[in-house]
């Protein structure tokens, strides 16, 4: 016996990705329901080898579904969430919503697995944000050989972090380039992001920060260690699907750069790819429809005592959202459903 499991938001970026993800890790799925808002509705989507037809979520009844992957935005998951929730379909949520909430783990399942039995005080689960989520996947191995006391981490993010909207927007700004007599005005972006970088991602907070960096240093403490300082600059660039991050640890104790090699290969999510020659790094358009979270540039930071600096990158979609939700379905199925 599987599961029943709702796809809320089927039709955008990560919902697809979620469908994507379930029939490649062959989730055991008994009966799949896939849900847009109405704007949408009759819309097809794919899963596996099945052809989906997408249902209007403001009608959907949630009862004697066992989860719900919810991709709709924090609006949308503040009206639909509790009713999926009260109707005890456990909810999983990629939105900002839910994450600071105390009863609400906020799970990564190579950091925090033991935080799924958390679920039950609102039967929602929340997944962090994607610039945090491959951080943190490097992160919680070496802070658990050596402890980590701060990390400036410097982020590359990709439109795709945005929405199917942005993903058009970098497009059509694209090919306006090359054919002037049409020009795109920035619309999901403050400036034009073809051939640019925009170092402002979500609000701007009081202290002069963006929100998109807060959430970097409020998730990372969730997830691995209140005593960790995070200090972030968040930034949007011309790439489609890919996160990238500069990241610089600065430890209690000294981590050798050798070592951090080694015990990042071997740990779980991570795949380390670090030539020391031309190419010998992953780039964003190589993490695209992978599973893993790579690093590269592994060095010593000299200018401190205990200080390592390594470059991280992942396909946003995936580690950042999709494949993080479905792990956690997996986890929930594994450790309290127990079904399949
Ligand atoms: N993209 C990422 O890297 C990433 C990473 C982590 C978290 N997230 C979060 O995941 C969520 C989805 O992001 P996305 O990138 O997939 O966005 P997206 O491509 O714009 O897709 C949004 C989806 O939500 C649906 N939707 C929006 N409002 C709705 C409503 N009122 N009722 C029903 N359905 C509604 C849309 O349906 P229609 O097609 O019918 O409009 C669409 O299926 C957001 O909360 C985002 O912050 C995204």
Same mark, same amino acid.
């Given at each position: 016996?599987?599961?029943?499991?709702?796809?809320? =938001?089927?039709?955008?970026? @990560?919902?697809?990705?979620?469908?994507?993800?379930?029939?490649? /890790?062959?989730?055991?799925?008994?009966?799949?329901?896939? +849900?847009?808002?109405?704007?949408?509705?009759?819309?097809?989507?794919?899963?596996?080898?099945?052809?989906?037809?997408?249902?209007?979520?403001?009608?959907?009844?949630?009862?004697?579904?066992?989860?719900?992957?919810?991709?709709?935005?924090?609006?949308?998951?503040?009206? !639909? &969430?509790?009713?999926?929730?009260?109707?005890?379909?456990?909810?999983?949520?990629?939105?900002?919503? !839910?994450? !600071?909430?105390?009863?609400?783990?906020?799970?990564?399942?190579? #950091?925090?697995?033991?935080?799924?039995?958390?679920?039950?005080?609102?039967?929602?689960? &929340?997944?962090?944000?994607?610039?945090?989520?491959?951080?943190?996947? &490097?992160?919680?191995?070496?802070?658990?050989?050596?402890?980590?006391?701060?990390?400036?981490?410097?982020?590359?993010?990709?439109?795709?972090? $945005?929405?199917?909207?942005?993903?058009?927007?970098?497009?059509?700004?694209?090919?306006?380039?090359?054919?002037?007599? $049409?020009? @795109?005005?920035?619309?999901?972006?403050?400036?034009?992001?073809?051939?640019?970088?925009?170092?402002?991602?979500?609000?701007?907070?009081?202290?002069? $920060?963006?929100? %998109?960096?807060?959430?970097?240093?409020?998730?990372?403490?969730?997830?691995?260690?209140?005593?960790?300082?995070?200090?972030?600059? #968040?930034?949007?660039?011309?790439?489609?699907?890919?996160?990238?991050?500069? @990241?610089?640890?600065?430890?209690?104790?000294?981590?050798?750069?050798?070592?951090?090699?080694?015990?990042?290969?071997?740990?779980?999510?991570?795949? @380390?790819?670090?030539?020391?020659?031309?190419?010998? !790094?992953?780039?964003?358009? %190589? #993490?695209?429809?992978?599973?893993?979270?790579?690093?590269?540039?592994? /060095?010593?930071?000299?200018?401190?005592?205990?200080?390592?600096?390594?470059?991280?990158?992942?396909?946003?979609?995936?580690? =950042?959202?999709?494949?993080?939700?479905?792990?956690?379905? %997996? +986890?929930? =199925? /594994? %450790?309290?459903?127990?079904?399949?």
């Amino acid at each position: 016996m599987g599961y029943r499991i709702v796809v809320v =938001g089927a039709t955008g970026n @990560v919902g697809r990705e979620m469908l994507n993800i379930l029939a490649e /890790r062959q989730f055991p799925v008994d009966e799949l329901a896939v +849900l847009a808002s109405r704007r949408s509705l009759g819309t097809e989507v794919t899963f596996g080898e099945k052809t989906l037809t997408t249902k209007d979520l403001d009608t959907f009844d949630f009862t004697g579904w066992d989860m719900a992957l919810f991709a709709v935005g924090s609006e949308a998951t503040k009206k !639909y &969430a509790p009713k999926a929730a009260a109707a005890g379909c456990v909810v999983i949520d990629n939105s900002s919503l !839910y994450r !600071y909430d105390p009863d609400v783990p906020l799970i990564v399942p190579e #950091c925090n697995p033991q935080d799924v039995h958390g679920y039950a005080k609102k039967n929602i689960i &929340a997944n962090p944000n994607c610039s945090t989520a491959q951080m943190v996947v &490097a992160l919680k191995p070496l802070h658990d050989r050596a402890k980590i006391k701060r990390v400036v981490v410097s982020t590359y993010q990709s439109v795709s972090g $945005s929405g199917k909207e942005a993903m058009e927007e970098l497009w059509e700004q694209t090919k306006a380039v090359y054919n002037p007599t $049409s020009e @795109v005005p920035a619309k999901v972006y403050p400036k034009e992001i073809a051939f640019n970088v925009i170092p402002h991602i979500d609000v701007f907070m009081e202290d002069g $920060s963006t929100k %998109e960096e807060w959430k970097m240093v409020a998730e990372t403490k969730k997830i691995i260690d209140p005593s960790i300082k995070v200090t972030a600059t #968040c930034v949007r660039v011309p790439v489609f699907v890919g996160h990238s991050e500069s @990241v610089n640890i600065e430890f209690e104790e000294f981590l050798d750069e050798d070592e951090a090699r080694d015990i990042l290969r071997e740990s779980p999510g991570i795949m @380390v790819i670090d030539k020391r020659e031309d190419g010998g !790094y992953v780039t964003p358009k %190589e #993490c695209v429809g992978d599973f893993a979270t790579f690093i590269s540039r592994i /060095r010593q930071d000299s200018t401190i005592d205990n200080g390592i600096n390594l470059w991280c990158v992942s396909d946003n979609l995936r580690k =950042g959202a999709a494949l993080n939700a479905v792990q956690i379905a %997996e +986890l929930l =199925g /594994r %450790e309290v459903l127990k079904k399949g």
